[in-house]
């Protein structure tokens, strides 16, 4: 109660000029930003813009590459003693733990006979604040809870006691698994917790959200803040726009409209589908069920079992390390795995036209090295995708799905890969396309939309433009 | 249904030991008596002492199999400088306490895989064993048999030894904070360590807890054995790794039970016990309770079925 | 050179040739050849095994072969009573161990996919029923192999053992299959990264049971020549095997991260462990100390490697 004018008013958080390089990668681009006492932030930006960036930064998480990043109000030196607290996007609650013992974590002055007590009482407190009648035991094991209300958990220890008070509280699309309701009662407590003087930092993909609590709107692009004003001066359409897509002046090219399409070659229960000589898109925000969806598809059709000569489907990764690079082995090697089986003599690897096949695709997609032999961790990433790519292509399977396949690939590889995937399916091959590039997904000859897991719209022709896409995706209803 | 039992898995082993006792009460109503238990859980507490030791290891996503030859190392170490000169005896077992941490921290640090190291420290341990007891013999000291042979009222020594171990080890891992913290190590170290926490400095301390769990088995076992060898308790590297399973732990996400690892390794001392009234021929009570440890395990499987199904 | 040097097999070899040059300078050479001589007899079983748990330690971390002790024993108690000491039976024998490695594979990966057991627990389990198994086939019997089988075992083919002949030739084929054929392809590429492996057409599972399946018979196979070889099966003639299995396999160069065989290497490191244990002997070490040593080696190998990754 002693604080001085001065330090009431002093940013919470205060950055100047940071930046945070990724090798090439400019994730933060020069970003100034001060949060004070009783403000809420709302962050808003596509996919890759730098948001994730921005709140590791402010969070302590990573060291920028240049520029500061100070504490005025609390004088700490470190997040975490500032007053800072992260809720993360990706569930970070321990899951063998109860909700109790999962504070006690980030608590660690809860000490001494009795702690448990007073850890229930205070994870009760902040949940019956946050989420009143929220109907969560502190005894419970979280992996017992449901997705919805281990982010409620997660949610409330952000905002708990925790020994000392929150001051900045980050919240990185909260409402991602909560429904309407409960939504609605995590924004009526950021609006009581930011009139009470503390700070939030809101990112969400439901505009409507955004605007029913952000007192100020960042928004961001290509690690840069393209607008930063308070949130009554933006309309929901001035909004997208700031967000804006790349190149305004695209003219999609959508090859010739009247080709011939086959017959329907995919079918899912979920309602996609895809026709021979295909290129089928699917958009929407990151997480939305694309990639699941693709999954699915993909290892329903083919066996842990058996490998046929003639596979039916091959895939194409976008998280070159979790589902495609083999990070041991040769460009060559990687690039061959999927054509073993339909080249080889008495089981064995046919080694000729392994090296014929790699020198082929070396030359037709552009893999940049001098020798096919190199390890595939010597390429960059973009010539990672290249190989990865290769790989799918050099199959005979009918059918390609693609996961997000363009992530960190620069602009010139992109557009040879465009190429090669329209003379592909020219020649007959269908393509079943995840993007979270908008602007990509417009050159497919449909679209489906995803939105929390289902098909929200199928778009062809006329319709198929970012406007139509970016609606779908985002909840345009209110909020 | 699904949901009770996934709330309380140490129900599963609660069960298995009971439907074992109860059939070994059946086959030889004699065994129901204060010295029949006594006799049935003879070398039940180094094991559950063991078994605990593995357990502080699998808490935190690693595995030790090099615990059979540490107890062994214990063992020969008890029955000779701890009888002859009680303090170089001290000094000895907690330098071994210490090396267990430290083996943590640098498994930890350095990023190695525990089952390569621990692997390695056996041979050392083995080593040593030999080293400090050629051939068997030793005597454990008079305290120690006073100890482990004592005959309290109403229930047998192993029978209180194993309630109290169960009793402080679950106060230790489940109740108190640090306990609390170690096992959120195995359940999600990032977030453990984004919360402020020194990652090696917890795993020095699950390691150490290991080793200091790992000297009581050791000492246990010349109380009960009255001498040793380095060979004496080889087995108890893989009974202890059963015994967490058995006991409902499993192998990562920190997801142990230290009353359930108790219990897995009583469950395993009967076993043995059982098999020989069941008058099963010799040569297949090793094969039977290998039979039993899958059964068990089976039976495991459909509880952490029924829990994905609810989940 | 540099090339030779940077190949992880290398070290194995070189450690070997060191250990062998320290060992037989201490014999001023003289028992250099019957020091060699041993070091292929008695190295051949730890390498055969070794080449087994090491197409299994390649599919990745946790997946690791315990009832290789087991299985040799029993392969070995079955094989000489099949053969039963009559002459020109040496091929029914072999095919009764091949049964045996076929059988408990299969047992062994039924118990890993189907109960969803972790591979250190099924192979656990599964070893008791084998030991048993083995001690009731072989109770009360010592049984000699046949004379010409005993012969084999024992003898020498222009001053090489047959025994590391066979371990050889086992070596080779191993090493074609890892290298050359589309199965060890899809096997290393598991071991690397098995939902990447899945996504690219890798049946995995196939990949998966036919590794447990491939260790399990060269244990057999070993089971069958070390009872052979020292005359008679015993109970406890696979017990230094477990760990031996994997030691070779890690000091071979092979990474327990898996994805990345070496067959080279399980020769070398095969033959280390022995000489290591001859050249600990010569200098009157006891047997502490050679297990001492022996550990901390391991431990040593496991660092370096680690460092050596680091830096990359």
Not at chain 1, 160 to 174: F, N, S, T, Y
């Amino acid at each position: 109660m002693q604080q001085s004018a001065f330090e009431q008013d002093a940013p919470i958080v205060a950055l100047t000029d940071v930046a945070k390089h990724f090798g090439a990668v400019r994730a933060l681009d020069g970003v100034d930003l001060e949060i004070r006492p009783g403000e809420c932030l709302g962050l808003v930006g596509h996919n890759g813009a730098g948001k994730s960036t921005l709140v590791n930064v402010v969070n302590g998480g990573v060291a920028p590459t240049a520029g500061a990043v100070a504490f005025p109000a609390s004088g700490a030196a470190a997040a975490l003693s500032a007053g800072v607290r992260s809720v993360f996007q990706e569930l970070s609650l321990c899951p063998n733990l109860t909700v109790a013992e999962n504070l006690r974590i980030s608590h660690a002055a809860l000490k001494g006979p009795g702690w448990r007590r007073a850890a229930r009482a205070e994870i009760g407190q902040s949940l019956d604040a946050v989420f009143p009648g929220h109907g969560i035991e502190a005894d419970a094991t979280v992996d017992i809870l449901s997705i919805a209300e281990r982010q409620m958990v997660e949610i409330a220890i952000g905002f708990a006691d925790r020994g000392a008070e929150a001051r900045l509280v980050i919240l990185d699309e909260p409402t991602s698994s909560l429904d309407a309701g409960i939504a609605e009662q995590l924004m009526a407590h950021i609006r009581r917790f930011c009139e009470g003087g503390g700070a939030v930092i809101f990112i969400s993909h439901m505009l409507g959200e955004i605007f029913a609590v952000a007192s100020r709107i960042l928004v961001m692009k290509d690690g840069k803040v393209v607008a930063d004003r308070a949130a009554p001066d933006f309309t929901r359409q001035g909004l997208v726009d700031a967000m804006g897509h790349v190149a305004g002046d695209a003219t999609h090219e959508r090859g010739d409209q009247t080709r011939s399409l086959g017959e329907e070659v995919v079918h899912t229960p979920q309602g996609l589908s895809a026709r021979r000589g295909e290129v089928v898109g699917l958009s929407g925000l990151a997480g939305h069920g694309q990639a699941r969806a693709l999954a699915q598809l993909y290892l329903g059709t083919t066996s842990s079992w058996r490998a046929t000569g003639r596979p039916q489907m091959v895939f194409v990764a976008g998280d070159r390390t979790r589902d495609g690079i083999l990070p041991l082995w040769s460009i060559l090697r990687n690039a061959s795995i999927s054509i073993l089986s339909e080249t080889a003599k008495w089981g064995l690897v046919d080694r000729e036209v392994e090296t014929r096949n790699a020198e082929k695709w070396k030359r037709r997609i552009g893999i940049r090295t001098d020798d096919m032999n190199n390890p595939v961790l010597s390429l960059s990433g973009g010539n990672q995708q290249k190989v990865l790519f290769a790989r799918a292509l050099a199959s005979s399977a009918p059918v390609v799905v693609m996961d997000d396949p363009m992530r960190g690939v620069d602009v010139g590889t992109k557009q040879d890969v465009y190429a090669m995937i329209r003379a592909e399916a020219a020649s007959g091959r269908t393509f079943l396309w995840y993007s979270t590039e908008t602007e990509e997904v417009c050159q497919c000859d449909r679209v489906f939309v995803f939105r929390n897991g289902r098909i929200s719209a199928e778009l062809t022709g006329a319709e198929l433009t970012e406007e139509r896409i970016l609606e779908a995706s985002f909840e345009m209803q209110e909020a | 249904m699904g949901q009770f039992l996934s709330r309380h898995r140490i129900l599963l082993p609660v069960f298995s030991l009971a439907v074992l006792l109860a059939a070994t009460f059946y086959m030889q109503p004699r065994a129901m008596s204060y010295f029949g238990i006594n006799l049935l859980f003879n070398l039940a507490v180094p094991i559950a002492l063991a078994t605990v030791a593995q357990m502080m290891i699998m808490m935190v996503n690693d595995i030790d199999l090099s615990l059979g030859t540490f107890v062994s190392l214990v063992a020969c170490v008890t029955a000779t400088f701890l009888n002859d000169s009680p303090l170089l005896g001290v000094l000895i077992l907690a330098a071994l306490i210490l090396t267990y941490a430290g083996m943590g921290a640098v498994i930890h640090a350095l990023d190695l895989p525990a089952i390569v190291v621990t692997l390695g420290m056996s041979f050392v341990w083995g080593g040593l064993a030999l080293f400090v007891l050629p051939s068997p013999g030793g005597t454990s000291p008079g305290w120690l048999r006073a100890l482990m042979t004592v005959k309290p009222p109403l229930m047998p020594m192993a029978v209180v030894a194993s309630i109290l171990i169960a009793l402080v080890t679950h106060f230790l891992i489940i109740r108190s904070g640090i306990g609390t913290v170690l096992r959120g190590v195995g359940g999600n170290a990032r977030s453990v360590a984004r919360a402020g926490w020194s990652v090696v400095r917890l795993k020095a301390l699950a390691y150490g807890l290991s080793g200091l769990f790992g000297v009581l088995s050791g000492m246990a076992l010349v109380g009960l054995t009255t001498s040793a060898d380095a060979n004496i308790a080889l087995r108890y590297t893989l009974l202890s790794i059963a015994g967490v399973i058995l006991g409902g732990g499993e192998f990562i996400g920190g997801k142990v039970s230290p009353v359930g690892a108790v219990i897995g390794a009583l469950t395993l001392a009967l076993a043995a016990s059982f098999l020989s009234f069941m008058r099963l021929s010799p040569d297949w009570q090793i094969g039977a309770q290998g039979a039993i440890l899958i059964l068990v395990l089976t039976a495991r499987l459909i509880f952490a079925r029924r829990e994905n199904a609810t989940g | 050179m540099e090339k030779i040097i940077s190949r992880p097999w290398s070290w194995s070899w070189l450690a070997a040739a060191l250990t062998f040059a320290i060992t037989s300078a201490l014999t001023d050479g003289s028992g250099a050849g019957a020091l060699a001589y041993a070091a292929l007899s008695f190295g051949a079983f730890a390498a055969i095994v070794g080449l087994g748990q090491m197409i299994v330690i390649t599919l990745g971390p946790g997946n690791v072969d315990l009832s290789i002790p087991a299985v040799m024993t029993l392969s070995g108690t079955l094989a000489l009573k099949a053969m039963g000491s009559e002459p020109g039976t040496a091929m029914l024998g072999l095919g009764v161990a091949v049964l045996v490695g076929l059988g408990t594979g299969a047992a062994n990966f039924a118990l890993i996919y189907a109960l969803r057991l972790p591979p250190i627990v099924a192979t656990l389990a599964a070893s008791l029923v084998y030991q048993s198994i083995a001690i009731w086939s072989n109770r009360g019997l010592r049984i000699k192999p046949p004379a010409g089988l005993a012969d084999f075992a024992t003898g020498r083919v222009l001053g090489v053992p047959n025994v590391a002949l066979v371990g050889l030739a086992l070596a080779i084929v191993v090493w074609i299959a890892l290298e050359r054929s589309v199965w060890g392809r899809w096997l290393l590429a598991s071991g690397q990264n098995l939902r990447a492996a899945r996504l690219a057409g890798v049946p995995v599972e196939t990949v998966r049971a036919s590794a447990y399946v491939t260790v399990t018979v060269l244990a057999s196979v070993a089971g069958y020549l070390l009872a052979s070889f020292s005359g008679g099966a015993a109970l406890n003639m696979g017990q230094d095997y477990l760990l031996m299995s994997i030691a070779v396999v890690v000091i071979g160069g092979t990474s327990i991260a898996g994805g990345l065989s070496n067959v080279p290497g399980v020769w070398g490191a095969a033959l280390f462990m022995f000489l290591v244990v001859s050249m600990l002997n010569s200098y009157g070490a006891g047997a502490g100390v050679r297990m001492v040593l022996t550990g901390l080696i391991i431990i040593g190998i496991v660092i370096a490697a680690s460092t050596k990754r680091a830096r990359k």
